[in-house]
């Protein structure tokens, strides 16, 4: 038999074995089979994972605390520093930064000016001890992945008015807000479940007389709403308790949209054969959504709180930019974009804008994200056929 034959032969089987693979795949597997074609969601979600790493590792990528307590008082409003390997005096195997030198000077009025000292080279170390922290909030650490000998300073992203480094608050600011949204998708997420599930199931006056409460919940302005709860809330609450009550705040006013897609969900499903073969074995209601209704759909839940998840972080970004939301000393992007608002940053200390970036690209990415598996969750999608 020739190598042609053969390839020909081994060609139906190929096919074959790809046919079963497809009739016999979960529907998970099937949304992450036509999610994978989709270039801009998978490089999306690529960049959604780095981001996610980096503030659930904020404490050890950040080689200071991010707080007043680990502020360079030598160094407000200070430029990035960015680690080189050759200067003046040759290159180095070590990445290293000039030392910095500050003196008053008549010039200025005896003011403190800082020079470069370029012959004096301060050398960047890995896996050094710093502040403690505790990882993932349980462990005790003080290791950072980088710092400076000789208790030097380094600001990749420069530091603000306080002298606080920038890129450690940076990392800080990406979990915080991931921890707002995750925390108001999930009392949404089961709010959703909860009230369109019932409203969905059983229909009638029921059905009426929740989306009537829905529509009400909808037409909740919800900048007045914070303006009045932060009205409320004394000036000596703890950054905790602003933190958990924005959270749930965020979720109690946003579990509608997904509520209404669960209730039209449960509204075409209901009536299928299996649930009324369900019915008539005498499960009960609870039993009928909980185990047969709302796993018929769970793949579409998820992928509408993936796309519900940029929403929230924006909610928060916005609501701590206007002054509603979270405060120092918490770290969130809402709180850092608060100090880029003036004239006087943008003419002369640009790099504040740095977590700005930041920013962008995290809600870019959900953004990204949400639209490939809504398009990989859908069968009839133009970017399935």
């Known amino acids: 038999m020739t190598t042609e034959t053969q390839g020909s032969a081994a060609e139906p089987v190929q096919d074959q074995t790809a046919k079963e693979a497809y009739f016999t795949a979960s529907q998970g ?3 992450w089979a036509r999610f994978k074609k989709q270039r801009a969601a998978m490089i999306a979600a690529a960049l959604l994972f780095v981001l996610v790493l980096s503030g659930l590792f904020a404490p050890f990528l950040s080689p200071y605390d991010p707080t007043i307590a680990g502020r360079n008082k030598d160094y407000l409003n200070g430029a990035p520093t960015i680690p080189m390997f050759c200067d003046k005096n ?6 290293f930064l000039h030392a910095l030198e500050r003196e008053r000077s008549m010039a200025t009025n005896f003011r403190w000016v800082t020079t470069v000292n370029e012959d004096k080279r301060i050398y960047m170390e ?4 710093g502040a403690p922290y505790k990882l993932f909030g349980v462990i005790p650490m003080n290791t950072h992945l980088f710092g400076m000998q000789d208790g030097a300073f380094i600001h990749l992203f420069g530091t603000d008015a306080a002298g606080k480094d920038i890129f450690s608050r940076t990392l800080h600011a990406i979990w915080t807000s991931l921890q707002v949204g995750t925390i108001g998708v999930l009392i949404a997420f089961v709010m959703a479940l909860v009230i369109g ?4 199931y059983y229909g009638g006056w029921i059905d009426s007389v929740i989306q009537m409460v829905t529509d009400a919940v909808r037409t909740v302005p919800p900048i007045p709403l914070f303006m009045a709860v932060a009205a409320f ?6 950054a905790e308790a602003r933190f958990f009550y924005i959270s749930v705040l965020l979720g109690f006013i946003n579990w509608p949209t997904l509520a209404r897609r669960v209730r039209t969900h449960l509204l075409t499903e209901r009536n299928q054969e299996y649930v009324l073969a369900a019915q008539l074995c005498g499960a009960s209601s609870s039993h009928v959504i909980r185990r047969h209704l709302l796993p018929s759909f769970t793949s579409y839940i998820i992928v509408d709180l993936v796309i519900s998840f940029p929403y929230m972080v924006l909610s928060e970004t916005a609501l701590s930019f206007i002054g509603l939301g979270l405060k120092d000393p918490v770290n969130s992007l809402g709180v850092m974009l608060q100090n880029v608002t003036s004239a006087d940053v943008l003419l002369n200390y640009q790099w504040y804008f740095i977590p700005v970036i930041f920013f962008i690209a995290l809600v870019l990415a959900f953004v990204f994200v949400g639209d490939g598996l809504r398009d990989a969750a859908d069968p ?3 970017n399935n056929k």
Do not use: A, K
């Open 29 to 31: 597997q099937l949304i």
């Open 90 to 95: 040759g290159c180095s195997s070590r990445p």
């Open 126 to 129: 890995f896996f050094v001890e």
């Open 197 to 200: 599930g019932i409203s969905g």
């Open 233 to 238: 809330m004394p000036p000596e609450m703890s």
């Open 380 to 382: 009839y999608s133009d």
